[in-house]
């Protein structure tokens, strides 16, 4: 069993992983897009703030590097970086979102859990909303709060802390 539990969460953490990778490097475009600036220049102001992150797993940490990649390196007004940055490293935690429904739709494939698309957009829009008021440091207690989401989606929260023990890991990703 000890075995076939390990695989269970290899698995997952290919999975989470390689999910948060291919979100993060969706955001590219869509943030160069937004922001009206090349690729190459978004990702050479985002490089060091991404840098500091993966090694802290804070993005709140990141900030600092964040603000002076974007003076810097795209050019943004004081007065604008200065605001529109912290709000949304304070705000917007795709990972959070991305991870908690990677996880529900994987113990629900284990054990054979029906999801309807009413439950998964209650269980996302749940998750988005406690997202808004967590801080924005490692394992800020993510899955604690969506507790009561996974149980309304019937997963069985043991699976759930199981896998809580390598989020650590695709939280870099």
């Given amino acids: 069993m000890g075995g076939e539990l390990g695989g269970l969460i290899g698995v997952h953490l ?11 490097l969706l955001l590219y475009p869509v943030s160069a897009a937004g922001g009206r600036v090349k690729i190459a220049d978004f990702a050479r102001a985002a ?18 590097a964040l ?14 970086a200065s605001f529109v940055l912290p709000l949304s490293t304070a705000l917007f935690k795709a990972n959070r979102t991305v991870s908690s429904t990677a996880k529900l739709m994987f113990v629900a494939h284990i054990f054979n859990i029906p999801l309807s ?17 967590m801080a924005g440091v490692p394992s800020g ?11 309304a989606a019937g997963i069985p929260l043991e699976a759930i802390v199981v896998l809580d023990s390598v989020d650590a890991i695709a939280d870099i990703f």
């Fill in 47 to 64: 490089a060091p703030a991404q840098l500091v992150a993966i090694s802290t797993h804070s993005s709140l940490a990141s900030l600092p």
């Fill in 141 to 151: 207690g993510t899955t604690f709060r969506t507790f009561p989401a996974y149980v």
């Fill in 117 to 133: 698309a009413g439950t998964l957009a209650v269980f996302v829009a749940t998750v988005i909303l406690t997202s808004l008021a």
């Fill in 67 to 80: 603000l002076e990649g974007a003076r810097t390196h795209l050019r943004m007004p004081a007065e604008s």
């Fill in 14 to 24: 290919l999975f989470n992983c390689g999910l948060m990778l291919a979100v993060t």
